[in-house]
């Protein structure tokens, strides 16, 4: 059920795209049929996060096309958590469900996440199984899932996914906070009353690769530590209060030396 444009939607799905022209029709036809038979109002809000292939053409014909679709463009490409954000300004729906455009993670698996905020759940992660990845990116994602889960306090097997679903009164708060941080799963989860995950399948990458790279990884990682956590801080005071003792200490040794064996060369 398509939304017409003075009509407020029920569900509104954010996808950020960056350089994903061949799976942008794909995308949008498997996307439309899964709406349509969740039977609900909606609208598909598409962020190109500067596209430099033919994803803005697609992206422009698929918004003439379609009502339901609504495309907001960036100059140049600012990132995969900065393009959710703007998203999720734009859009009207009582229920936010963020998709990546690769089709790793199928948009069939909606209503499954949808099912858990019908219960009453405030945000709803899905959790990749059997994921088509490679190894260096299956440790270096526990890593951050352990790490994000021991910072914010809530256990989540995978806060990399992007297939997640927040209720409005998150999305406004995420969108209302000027919090540096911009993980926006643990800033997600941080401002809900419930939490929970679903298992969603992971199918093999159609083109290209994954554009988080190590560099990348380490500074998410590092993002969310300063972002979430006053540790990083209390580290670095702590060991600089024991580099000033260590120096005071060893101050007081030479001057009690001095006195005692005298002057030395």
């Known amino acids: 059920m398509t939304t017409g444009a003075g009509a407020i939607p029920a569900l509104s799905v954010v996808i950020p795209v960056f350089n994903e022209a061949r799976t942008l029709v794909d995308l949008h036809q498997r996307l439309v049929q899964t709406l349509k038979d969740v039977g609900q109002p909606y609208e598909i809000v598409f962020v190109d996060d500067g596209s430099t292939d033919g994803s803005p053409g697609i992206l422009r014909a698929l918004h003439e096309q379609d009502r339901a679709v609504r495309v907001i ?130 199918a093999p990458r159609r083109e290209g690769r994954s554009r988080y790279s190590l560099l990348r990884l380490l500074r998410l990682n590092f993002d969310l530590l300063t972002g979430f956590s006053l540790l990083p801080i209390q580290a670095v005071s702590l060991a600089g209060v024991l580099v000033a003792a260590l120096g005071l200490g060893f101050a007081l040794f030479l001057g009690v030396r001095r006195l005692i064996v005298g002057p030395e060369v």
Do not use: K
Not at 85 to 113: C, F, H, K, S, Y
Not at 175 to 184: D, L, P, T
């Open 73 to 202: 463009r960036f100059n140049r490409n600012y990132g995969q958590h900065v393009a959710v954000l703007a998203g999720m300004e734009r859009a009207r729906g009582e229920v936010v469900v963020t998709l990546d455009a690769d089709l790793q993670n199928p948009p069939e698996e909606i209503p499954r996440l949808l099912e858990r905020i019908a219960e009453g759940v405030e945000v709803v992660g899905g959790a990749r199984i059997g994921r088509h990845d490679s190894w260096f990116r299956r440790v270096a994602s526990w890593l951050v899932n352990r790490a994000t889960s021991t910072v914010i306090g809530i256990r989540m097997r995978d806060y990399g996914c992007m297939l997640r679903a927040y209720r409005r009164s998150v999305v406004d708060q995420i969108v209302a906070c000027q919090e540096i941080s911009r993980f926006i799963p643990a800033l997600a989860n941080t401002f809900a009353a419930s939490v929970a995950e679903v298992p969603v399948r992971h």
